[in-house]
């Protein structure tokens, strides 16, 4: 082991103290010395749960079983009798077993951080048992930076549930799209101009010469799921009084959601974009 050396920067050191993990001989020495100390961890290991899983009368006892089992399995003696029966050894683990009966329950409060007044608040409950108090900056990135992203303007979302009146009557067409609602209007605009008798929007300005009033349109829901998108359109279809869509378009409303509809829409005003529906 003299002779063990090393290179750094070009320069040889000697070793002289321990072994360079390097070094030949290192992994006989790791082996011979680990194989002993895996013993005593597992010697340890097992006593410490013997002590803390047994009561105080049944100690000695179990502790007595442990030391015959490990003669059975080849283990010296004298390193049992100085691991599971030495007092300083049993003192440790009843002393490990006194501190975790004792636990006391911490109430943890978040406040802002005030400078010499937030000293003096820590300081006043530092005598109270069981309070911390964690300080945060009140001054966050939230209230200094502005929003980086525009909210998506009303004509360029997606999956909605829809609301568009008559210009000419109290009517009110409401209708569902996966598509972009600036997309959907446009298209019955088209089947409007092109007498095209798509949905009940399109007859109903095609036969009494009513226009529908783009500039007023709601999103009444948001919904990426299309049976749950059909589903919150046929809700406030049933739930207008007087719509402009045929009743057909409520057919696969079941009449089970009828009360449940009404004591929703009690306490809401006419069609004004709230959300009725959200993560069914």
Known sequence: FDSTVFSYNNSFYKQILGMPMGSPVSPILAQYVMDDQ??????LGMRTRVIATSHHSLKNINL?????LFIKCGYPPPLLKSLLFSRSQLQGVQDFRNNNSVIQNFHYFSVPHLGAVSSKLKKCLSGQ??????FKNHLTVNNLFTKLKDKDLLLQRSSVVYCIPCMDCDLKYIGQTKQKLKDRVTAHKSDIRLNKHSCMLTNHCLSSGHSMNYDEILVLNSETIYKKRNFLEMCHIAREGNPMNAMTDIDGLSVIYTFLL???????????????????
Request: no cysteine; charged share 15%.
């Open 262 to 280: 009404n004591q929703y829409f009690n306490n809401r005003d006419s069609l004004s974009g709230d959300t009725l529906y959200s993560g069914m």
């Open 38 to 43: 895996q013993k005593i961890n597992l010697i």
């Open 129 to 134: 048992g069981g309070v911390k108090l964690a």
């Open 64 to 68: 007595q079983h442990l030391y015959n």
